[in-house]
């Protein structure tokens, strides 16, 4: 199993009151799957995936990644695994607003150990021309595809995805969508995504629903449907 989660926990305490936000989760997936995460909103799914990329930390249960086990990593070693193992996609894209579009992959890939050629990136998700634009310059769907082009660079064995099409219309979050169904075929990616739009979990290999902070359906889809068929 590629990535294997079990009976995490998690609470937040703000002022006097403590709530636990995550209640014993788990998942799993193998290489190269897709999964999609659905559930209302507050009910633990960006917590789930910011502990098993390494962002956040849990009270308790374990996140392993292609036999590393996270949750046991110091700080610095946790710095390290994110860095070379997993890419990360947000709904409102975070690229840095006083570089280039070339400069916002690059700064990735300087740090990165066996990074993929940045023209290449670019080139992969249609955005080469606009190498040298400021992300003010880009539409949505420009940025998001940058955001896309600076979570692959590193090559990353896990690519997580909280709302990648939260902000996009229909025909540019089929684009993206179309986008990581291709990076997860030609590098073999796994890929764990978050969507409110339960279309989307049509084309996944495995969907997990999340109910205030556990895992209360976990689906395997023998068929999955192509992104380009996908319509909501
Ligand atoms: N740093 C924090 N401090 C305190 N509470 C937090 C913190 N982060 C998240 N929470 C709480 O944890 C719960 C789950 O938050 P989370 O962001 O994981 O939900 P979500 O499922 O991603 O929701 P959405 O669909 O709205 O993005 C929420 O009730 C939220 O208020
Ligand atoms: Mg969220």
Redesign the pocket.
């Given at each position: 199993m590629f990535l294997k989660v079990e009976n995490l926990k998690k609470s937040?305490?703000?002022g006097d009151v403590t709530?636990m936000?995550l209640k014993g989760a788990g998942i799993n997936l193998d290489k190269g799957e897709i999964g999609v995460i659905l559930?209302?909103?507050?009910?633990?799914?960006?917590?789930?995936?910011?502990i098993i990329g390494g962002i956040d930390r849990c009270d308790s249960g374990t996140v392993s990644v292609d036999n590393i086990e996270v949750t046991k990593l110091t700080d610095d070693r946790l710095t390290d695994f994110r860095r070379e193992n997993i890419g990360f996609i947000f709904q409102f894209y975070n690229l840095i607003p006083n570089l280039t579009v070339g400069e916002n992959i690059e700064v990735v890939s300087n740090i990165s150990k066996n990074p993929l050629n940045t023209d290449e990136v670019l080139k992969a998700v249609s955005m080469l021309d606009k190498k040298h634009r400021f992300p003010r310059e880009l539409s949505g769907g420009e940025q998001q595809r940058v955001s896309i082009a600076r979570a692959i660079v590193k090559n990353p064995k896990l690519l997580l995805c909280?709302?990648p099409t939260g902000a996009l219309d229909f025909s540019t979050s089929r684009d993206i969508l179309k986008l990581l169904e291709n990076i997860n075929k030609e590098f073999g990616t796994t890929i764990l995504m978050?969507t409110?739009n339960t279309a989307i979990s049509e084309m996944a290999n495995k969907v997990f629903k999340?109910r205030s902070?556990e895992v209360v359906e976990s689906i395997v889809n023998k068929t999955t449907i192509p992104a380009e068929r996908i319509e909501w």
């Amino acid at each position: 199993m590629f990535l294997k989660v079990e009976n995490l926990k998690k609470s937040y305490n703000t002022g006097d009151v403590t709530t636990m936000v995550l209640k014993g989760a788990g998942i799993n997936l193998d290489k190269g799957e897709i999964g999609v995460i659905l559930g209302p909103s507050g009910s633990g799914k960006s917590t789930l995936l910011n502990i098993i990329g390494g962002i956040d930390r849990c009270d308790s249960g374990t996140v392993s990644v292609d036999n590393i086990e996270v949750t046991k990593l110091t700080d610095d070693r946790l710095t390290d695994f994110r860095r070379e193992n997993i890419g990360f996609i947000f709904q409102f894209y975070n690229l840095i607003p006083n570089l280039t579009v070339g400069e916002n992959i690059e700064v990735v890939s300087n740090i990165s150990k066996n990074p993929l050629n940045t023209d290449e990136v670019l080139k992969a998700v249609s955005m080469l021309d606009k190498k040298h634009r400021f992300p003010r310059e880009l539409s949505g769907g420009e940025q998001q595809r940058v955001s896309i082009a600076r979570a692959i660079v590193k090559n990353p064995k896990l690519l997580l995805c909280d709302e990648p099409t939260g902000a996009l219309d229909f025909s540019t979050s089929r684009d993206i969508l179309k986008l990581l169904e291709n990076i997860n075929k030609e590098f073999g990616t796994t890929i764990l995504m978050i969507t409110h739009n339960t279309a989307i979990s049509e084309m996944a290999n495995k969907v997990f629903k999340i109910r205030s902070g556990e895992v209360v359906e976990s689906i395997v889809n023998k068929t999955t449907i192509p992104a380009e068929r996908i319509e909501w």
